[in-house]
């Protein structure tokens, strides 16, 4: 009876000594924890650390963004022939200012010959055709006509005109004047027009190169209607409004100052960066010279704002990232990724940004509590526990 009683006070013993080492594994572990820095109360007044609540306050300021300047697809194009053919002339050169409707190049072809061959007959028979009917309508007045004869007059003068007009259209639609050729001046070879007024940015033929209808043979930019698209993060695109102005700088163009307001934002939100598209509409940019995809970084002048802030001093940057440390309770800190937004009065607009583990909702509240002061101790804390 003794062996048993001995034998069950040593497996509580035993059972109470584990409960303690898991507890105490659990604790160290929790210390540990990634991200997350502990100090006693002594410790937090000696540094100096303060706790506080998210604000909801009223900043103006401006909103950074970086972008490209873009073209609109209606403002460039690619110039190609209509028939199939060898390029004859090539008539511009790069970097050339062309018009609308202008002659860049001439194609030759011997199927070009042929369609004005065939207009010309067909321009031929149709005049044979109204004269015919112009006969039976006469004969038909004077009462000697035959009704017969005066439909079928009509019938063919369509016909004629139908098959006229069809080829006419070709003619004019590959720059062939009909009115040379009904007087039997043939062309072997058809010119190619730019569809848009602008810049020839690059020739991708040479002289004797075969085309086709699918072959480019020169791209054409209306540089005069670059706009600028900006990538604006998700925690900023409620501060955005149409109507507001920017302010631009090239960044290899330190002196070139652009200026221009916000024209529309995208609908969708681009999963990698969490950002969208916005439309900036340049003001006048004649005295600057101004390509596709150069890099700008822009200010948007946002106004006022009512949004959650914290101190300035609550937030530490690293590794080109922003953070603040949200209390845990019991003299516990963790680190939190956080978007910065409008800055001004000492204070700086925040939106939580997920991270593994975080377990917080992506919105800042006044409910959430941090360290508002001395962050930056906290995150040297930090560093030199994750030495050690």
Do not use: W
């Not at 013993?13 to 604790?27: A, F, G, M, P, R």
């Not at 720059?175 to 070879?189: D, L, R």
């Not at 910065?340 to 991270?355: E, W």
């Amino acid at each position: 009876m003794k062996n048993i009683l001995y034998s069950i006070i040593a497996l509580s013993l035993l059972t109470v000594s584990c409960k303690n080492e898991v507890k105490q594994t659990e604790d160290e572990n929790a210390s540990h924890e990634e991200n997350v820095v502990e100090l006693t109360d002594q410790q937090m007044k000696a540094i100096g650390v303060k706790l506080g609540h998210v604000e909801q306050r009223q900043l103006s300021g401006t909103i950074n963004a970086t972008g490209t300047l873009k073209l609109s697809p209606q403002d460039r194009a690619d110039v190609t022939s209509l028939v199939a053919g060898i390029t004859k002339r090539i008539l511009v050169k790069e970097g050339q200012a062309v018009r609308q409707g202008e002659t860049v190049a001439m194609v030759e072809n011997t199927e070009i010959v042929a369609l004005q061959k065939d207009y010309l007959v067909a321009s031929r028979q149709l005049s044979l055709a109204q004269q015919a009917l112009q006969r039976q309508q006469d004969i038909h007045e004077q009462g000697a006509g035959v009704g017969k004869n005066l439909q079928q007059a009509k019938a063919e003068l369509d016909m004629a005109s139908v098959t006229e007009k069809g080829l006419r259209l070709q003619l004019e639609q590959l720059g062939i004047s009909p009115q040379q050729v009904a007087q039997g001046n043939f062309s072997n070879s058809a010119p190619v027009r730019s569809p848009i007024s602008g810049v020839v940015g690059e020739i991708l033929v040479s002289t004797g190169s075969y085309l086709d209808s699918e072959t480019v043979l020169m791209k054409v930019y209306n540089n005069k209607a670059l706009h600028a698209d900006l990538h604006v993060f998700e925690s900023d695109i409620a501060c955005i409004h149409i109507g507001q102005k920017v302010t631009m700088q090239l960044s290899d163009q330190a002196s070139t100052q652009l200026t221009g307001t916000v024209a529309f934002i995208t609908a969708t939100l681009d999963d990698e960066s969490k950002s969208a598209s916005v439309h900036i509409n340049l003001d006048n940019t004649a005295a600057a010279t101004l390509l596709p995809n150069m890099f700008v970084s822009a200010a948007i002048h946002t106004g006022e704002q009512t949004c959650a802030a914290v101190p300035d001093e609550a937030i530490v940057m690293s590794a080109n990232r922003h953070y603040v440390f949200v209390s845990l309770g019991d003299g516990r800190f963790r680190k939190q990724e956080v978007a910065t937004g409008l800055s001004g009065q000492g204070y700086t607009q925040i939106t939580f940004v997920d991270s593994p583990g975080a377990s917080l909702a992506s919105d800042a509240t006044p409910s959430t509590e941090i360290a508002v002061t001395k962050a930056f101790y906290l995150e040297s804390m930090l560093a030199d526990h994750g030495e050690e």
